[in-house]
């Protein structure tokens, strides 16, 4: 199962490399971040996965559109709500005042 969240930023600023900074500088209780950037893929995308939890999150910006594409992956019937909801939560209450909207996709 895969689940798409899309979080508009209010400014041009990446709102990736906010929440990446804020990860690595400012250790979270449930979050880790995984890779920043791997040489093989294209820039502008992180890996975050949860403590304890099934599954990660593939982070990347649109810098066109303004918007962090944030997509919920895992495997073996495991359900990535637990660790979106984490992240969602984290988002909201360390970024929410740079975000204009956020939809959640099934896909």
């Not at 949860?50 to 810098?63: H, Q, R, S, V, Y």
Request: charged share 25%.
């Amino acid at each position: 199962m895969q689940i798409q969240l899309q979080a508009f930023s209010r400014k041009k600023e990446s709102l990736r490399k906010a929440v990446m900074d804020d990860l690595v500088n400012r250790e979270h209780e449930v979050l880790v971040v995984k890779q920043v950037q791997n040489p093989e893929r294209k820039p502008g995308w992180s890996k975050v996965c949860g403590k304890g939890m099934p599954g990660a999150l593939n982070i990347e910006w649109d810098a066109s559109a303004h918007m962090l594409l944030v997509r919920a992956i895992t495997r073996g019937g495991n359900t990535p709500r637990k660790l979106l909801g984490v992240f969602l939560d984290y988002l909201i209450e360390r970024h929410g005042r740079k975000i204009a909207s956020i939809n959640i996709q099934l896909r």
